[in-house]
């Protein structure tokens, strides 16, 4: 773990990195190999080698300790710089990686959440829109544009006008009986909780149909929900300003989280 960033970190100047959130409950992260594994696909994509997962879990538990947190409900932040280098784009020919990771309170549970259509889209073209990175510009104007509006969350469409997911948090919805959420095309981030409500939803013998829709087909929904791996599951009370149902399957699906 790092006790400082340096001025020439890549991940500082240029977003030359990834991240994770981790929820923490009693000591005991959540997903966290599902964490790490990610983690590691994101590297091989921008060809840096994948931290080390003891060595991980070593600086978690001293980020725990340190801000009193270790029998608490936590949120650890795993952030993996590309290291130092030069000025300029290139990195060095033998990159050494920072892992910084902290560890604060987790945010208390809250209720429905009202969400607005943001002006700032996704770059479904971009692998960038599939990874943690710490470029995540998009996200905190969307997010700026929500608060500015008096709303919890923005719901930010891609270059082609699709449905893509929350500033922070995959979507879903139901309709007809059936569960939706965006295919991961439309420029959406993988998520873990994403996954986790895919695989319950299998369980409950209704499996979810990843597809791409505009913003104006969820108005006849049943109901809306948004899920990371902090929130769990998060009903939608409101949408560009027109209310939104919820229903006894989006609190099934919650508990099934048990985030």
Known sequence: MSAGVPFDDRGLLLGDGLFE?????????????????????????LGLPPPEPQTTWRAAEAALAEAGLQGARAALRLTWTA????????????????????????????????????RTRRNDGSVTSRLKTLAYLDNVLARREAVAAGADEALMLNSRG????????NLFWLSGGRIYTPALECGVLEGLARQAVIAAAQRMGGPVREVRVRPEELKDADAIFLTNSLIG???????????????????????????
């Open 83 to 118: 290291g130092s280098g030069g000025r300029g784009l290139e990195r060095p020919a033998a990159p050494v990686p920072r892992l910084i990771v902290t560890a604060a309170p987790a945010p208390k549970p809250e209720g429905p959440a009202r969400l607005i259509l943001a």
């Open 162 to 169: 699709e449905v893509a997911c929350a500033s922070a948090a």
């Open 21 to 45: 959130t981790v929820l923490v409950r009693q000591g005991q992260p959540v997903w966290w190999e599902g964490h790490l594994g990610r983690l590691t696909r994101g590297c091989e994509v």
């Open 233 to 259: 599951v998060r009903p939608v009370s409101a949408l560009a300003g027109e209310p939104c149902r919820t229903g006894p399957l989006v609190e099934e699906l919650a508990r099934a989280l048990g985030v």
